[in-house]
């Protein structure tokens, strides 16, 4: 099958067309766009057109749309699986939510994978994957919390995504590893996306919400 994902989880806007045959067309994102300002709605439906006509398909060719559904931003959540409902929508593809830290942490060249979404507030959103077994499931924490959970375990692993980048000296004085400045593994790739979607179940368009993991910061007032 043909798989069309997307992941706006961060500032960073990814792509991905992972053909039937197994060949992948990306568009991934400098790493160096994760510190930049979000531009989700103006980059998204050109990434997509583009891994597209790469891949020598048309929008009715994706048989499953895949998206990242966080934890992450806000604003680019919404845009990302609104984007993702409306092809599924349109062009009567299957739709399959994935985790944005599964994402990232499939990334991840390391047995013990921490993927590290910065949360604002000085927070982050983690997890940590043995493999592709999650052994810690998401959650909103300071980073001294994913330190102090790493040395309560003995364990060293490596970290990587914007949380890591922003929070690097607390996780490296805390014994975790982080990848190098600059790495493609901070990214969150929508060919991992992708990859993970084809072993998904696919979701009624409707049923596809972001997994914020705590409140918005933004509260309507009385």
């Known amino acids: 099958m043909n798989v069309l994902g997307m992941d706006t989880s961060t500032a960073a806007t990814s792509a991905c067309l992972l053909r039937a045959d197994g060949e992948a067309f990306e568009v991934v994102p400098a790493a160096e766009s994760l510190a930049g300002?979000?531009?989700?709605?103006?980059?998204?439906?050109?990434a997509l057109a583009d891994v597209l006509d790469r891949a020598g398909l048309d929008w009715p060719d994706a048989d499953v749309i895949a998206?990242?559904?966080?934890?992450?931003?806000?604003?680019?959540?919404?845009?990302?699986?609104?984007?993702?409902?409306?092809?599924?929508?349109?062009?009567?593809?299957?739709l399959r939510p994935v985790s944005s830290l599964a994402a990232l942490a499939a990334g991840i060249d390391a047995e013990l994978r921490l993927p590290v979404l910065d949360a604002r507030r000085g927070e982050v959103f983690a997890a940590l994957y043995r493999g592709e077994e999650q052994v810690w499931a998401p959650w909103a924490t300071p980073p001294a919390g994913v330190v102090e959970r790493l040395k309560a375990e003995r364990l060293t692993a490596l970290a990587a995504g914007d949380g890591s980048v922003r929070f690097r000296d607390v996780l490296e004085a805390g014994g975790a590893r982080v990848a190098p400045e600059g790495s493609v593994a901070h990214v969150v790739r929508a060919?991992?996306?992708?990859?993970?979607?084809?072993?998904?179940?696919?979701?009624?368009?409707?049923?596809?919400?972001?997994n914020y993991l705590r409140l918005p910061d933004a509260k309507p007032q009385r």
């Open 37 to 46: 300002p979000p531009s989700h709605a103006r980059e998204l439906m050109p």
């Open 191 to 210: 060919l991992h996306v992708c990859r993970l979607a084809r072993a998904a179940p696919a979701v009624a368009p409707e049923a596809v919400l972001p």
């Open 67 to 94: 998206v990242g559904t966080g934890p992450g931003t806000f604003t680019g959540l919404r845009i990302g699986i609104a984007t993702a409902r409306a092809l599924a929508h349109a062009h009567g593809a299957g």
